[in-house]
């Protein structure tokens, strides 16, 4: 069967209530008939659910499904997107050890590898996503992993999966990608040879704001690492949240179609606005790295950023003048969301850090949604107009 059928279709066995929908299994804990059960279950000689630290049926259709979706043999879903990156450094790499990561990288991410990697004597090194030479030169012989975005958020870069596998072969690392911005329907590292998949469930996979959650997926001796560490510290995903998730994945493709057609569309319309100093879009020939992104996505995603000139200031206006795009601290929603990475998700960064991954102070990145695109690009356009400098 399709993926998509396959995701669809996965569910845990139906209870003697023969329900359709799976019920919700909102329990800390699970009974045993008996004591020689108990103790089979807790040494790990059964998959009996135990704790829902541990396991849950909500969460484990949720994770099979995003096995279908992705290609993998095993997952473990966490309760956020950076618990999952976390547990991804934390279970394979130890004190000594190196990560080599692309320099455009969430704001979150870049402050777990800059500020508490250290601590446990785990050094990194930075290098530029469409630089594929210097990131060899970057390898000692302490490098463990290779972790990476692709898109980058926000400025997105798009990163040659299968150059970087080549590496990895090269040298035994790790292939550790972030796949939250292209999603398993616009693009899938396993096929390009990844060893650990993550994604923020949060964003597209959820798509509508409502809950937090994420998820690694891969080889099954690995995450079986990633599931050890979390077992014992605990950034298990809640059975409700597993449930609106798993609810969310049977129309992920047709949203995810709707997004990119929305976003293309916008991307077309706004390229060469005479308010913008550049605009990015995987699909248009004029991004860098076009002809990479047609090789490994089936689409380009559903983000869209542009550097307004004018800068900060001009980034404040247009954030203010919108009247239908949101201002909110997310994306993937059914609704188009503006931000403006500089004051918000890069903060953290300083002026020389986010230029070096090309975050200008004008740098707008738009979520785009599912309303209609002429509506959408109707409140964006008339929002640059205000934010003109001539204006």
Known sequence: MHPITRAIRAQVDRTNEMEHSQPMFLTSSFCFDNAEEMRAAFADETDDNIYSRFSNPNVQEFVDRMCALEGTEAGFATASGMSAIFATFMAFLKQGDHLLSCRSIFGSTHTVITKYLSRYGISHSYVDAGDIASWEAQITPQTRMIYLETPTNPALEIIDLAAIRALCDKHNLLLNVDNCFATPIGQRPIEYGADLIVHSATKWLDGQGRVLGGVVLGKKELIKEIYLFCRSTGPSLSPFNAWVLSRSLETLEVRM????????????????????????????????????????MKNGGGIVCFELKGGIAAGRKFLDALEILSLTANLGDTRSIASHPASTTHAKLTDAERAAVGIGPGLIRISVGLE?????????????????PTS
């Open 372 to 388: 209609h695109p002429d509506d959408i690009l109707a409140d964006i356009r008339q929002a640059l107009d205000q934010a003109s």
């Open 257 to 296: 179609e709707r997004h990119a057609a929305n976003a293309l569309h916008i991307a077309k319309a706004l390229e060469g606005h005479p308010a913008l100093e550049q605009l990015r879009y995987p699909s248009l020939p004029s991004h860098p790295q076009h002809a990479i992104a047609m090789k490994q």
